[in-house]
């Protein structure tokens, strides 16, 4: 089979989730070969070889990154009761997979150990753990606003929840307009006007839902306390976008780049084999990274097979 096919079995097992028979029907009807289900397969392999160097690169571009995005979503690998994780570090340019667990095993192996920039991610705890070493962060505003609306439907009669969404909402609206319009700041008389907000919704929140008494590990806090006290004591960590423009607001873009993790689990159902899933994630970052740089994707599908896989180029200064 010629390397064009080659390139498109890869390209409809990893970036469509295409099953290997079902690969192997199209090929045939397209093209009128009959390779074999097994060489199909094996062309994952191959193909997560080929790009390994440019993954290399990619994990090392990540490293030196100003923000990184991360986030992690649940994956069905292996045996029929086996759980297993998919993690994404990514910035607009960049993506990076780890095959694992939400264990801290697995979090020393990801990349956040490495990273000299800022961390942008949820609440989940491990990415705050001081085993993996003091890095600036970045909470997900996106998951605080979620978390504010369940806030608001708990106690609806409440004016806090609204004012501490709309006082973020305002921010991050500032600062995206700033940056359409070629600013490094957005104007310090808006910002004092949110963050003033921010604090006033904090504060009426506080006082409005009290805290329990007793051992953390037996009392279970009132809804919306606990996520208070966040927005109280990690304000810096919360708001750092507003005062530095080239911070994402929220995690979204990891996001982005999980959900074709969900798209080929509601098209072809659990993946049999960790490895093999590993691969395909390998081939999927780089494709994935290709194409944030505006490469055409069965070009460097090609390409790698070939054995000139693409590299991602040196970054542009800031």
Known sequence: ???????????LMVVHAIPVHRCVELISSLAGASPSPGFVHGMIARAANAVAGANL???TLLTLAYAV??????????????????LVACTQ????????????????????????????????????????????????????????????ETYPGAAWPAQIQTALRGLIHATNLAREQGRDAIAAGTKAMWINSFRHGVRVGLSEVRRLPGPAKTI?????????????????????????LRVPPTSNQAERDVRPAKTQQK????????????????IRGYISTATKHGTDVLTTIRNALLGRAWIPPDPTPA
């Open 267 to 282: 098209i072809s159902g659990r993946l049999r084999s960790e490895v093999t899933t590993e691969h395909r994630y390998a």
């Open 1 to 11: 089979m010629g390397i064009n096919l080659q390139a498109w079995c890869v390209y």
């Open 93 to 152: 340019l960049y993506t990076w997979y780890l095959l694992g667990d939400r264990t801290m095993d697995t979090f020393k192996r990801f990349i956040i150990a490495d990273l000299t920039g800022v961390m942008v991610h949820d609440r989940y705890q491990n990415y705050d753990s001081a085993e993996l070493g003091e890095h600036p962060h970045q909470l997900c505003c996106s998951h605080l606003l979620r978390d504010l609306e369940d806030c608001a």
């Open 69 to 86: 995005c991360c986030d992690e979503t649940p994956i069905r690998v292996g045996p029929k009761k086996a759980k297993k994780y998919l």
């Open 220 to 244: 279970t806090q009132p809804i919306g306390r606990v996520l208070l006290e966040v927005l109280r004591d990690r304000e810096a960590d919360i708001l750092r976008f507003a005062h530095d």
């Open 57 to 59: 690169r990619i994990r």
